[in-house]
């Protein structure tokens, strides 16, 4: 995982990434009534993608700011409140410090969707904020919490892995071999 700043840029961009074109994809297709068909979400169609892309291509930006703003660091304090590393896992500590961050990134993000998408460009009245953010919330959360655990977190730990797996390594210009020992 990271082990300095850029890397760990990046590794926020990826992450930043993924989290939002996922949940814009769930938002997309509520927005458009998928879920309430007869065969739910059976019934995406690429015009979904393609316009949860659109709104990915900003959203992942605030994702980024607030996930370096607080975030990331919020998640990983309450994380530490309860695991042990003496005596959990590195698995359950990795489990908990997501579910951790999504504590804190979810209604972070519903906030910023609720007002973007349904009081500046909805037009709902602002007096409605709270019970418009409450609502998101509680539509975002668990699809926030699975697509963490089980793709966004995945997929960008592999990627960041793949790119950063030559760190470290000797190369052939500086003459060591790997195996070798005097």
């Known amino acids: 995982m990271p082990q300095n700043r850029k890397q760990g840029l990046i590794f926020g961009i990826l992450m930043s990434v993924t989290m939002a074109y996922g949940m814009e994809v769930y938002n997309v297709a509520w927005k458009m009534g998928v879920p309430t068909m007869?065969?739910?979400f059976s019934n995406l169609t690429n015009g979904v993608f393609?316009?949860?892309l659109a709104e990915a291509s900003y959203m992942w930006l605030f994702v980024l700011l607030f996930s370096s703003l607080w975030g990331t660091r919020g998640g990983a304090a309450l994380a530490r409140r309860i695991?042990?590393?003496a005596r959990d896992g590195a698995l359950v500590q990795g489990v908990a410090r997501s579910c951790?961050?999504?504590l804190v990134m979810c209604p972070t993000?519903?906030?910023v969707a609720s007002i973007l998408f349904n009081?500046?460009?909805g037009g709902m009245p602002s007096a409605q904020l709270p019970a418009?953010?409450?609502g998101t919330v509680i539509k975002n959360y668990p699809m926030a919490l699975l697509w963490n655990l089980f793709a966004a977190g995945p997929v960008s730990r592999l990627?960041?892995?793949k790119y950063f797996s030559h760190v470290g390594e000797p190369t052939a210009a500086s003459g060591a071999v790997r195996g070798d020992s005097d």
Do not use: N
């Open 119 to 121: 009081v500046v460009l």
């Open 100 to 102: 951790c961050t999504v």
């Open 38 to 40: 007869p065969g739910g």
């Open 83 to 85: 695991v042990d590393p």
């Open 159 to 161: 990627v960041f892995e």
């Open 132 to 134: 418009i953010w409450v």
């Open 109 to 111: 993000m519903s906030l």
């Open 50 to 52: 393609l316009a949860a």
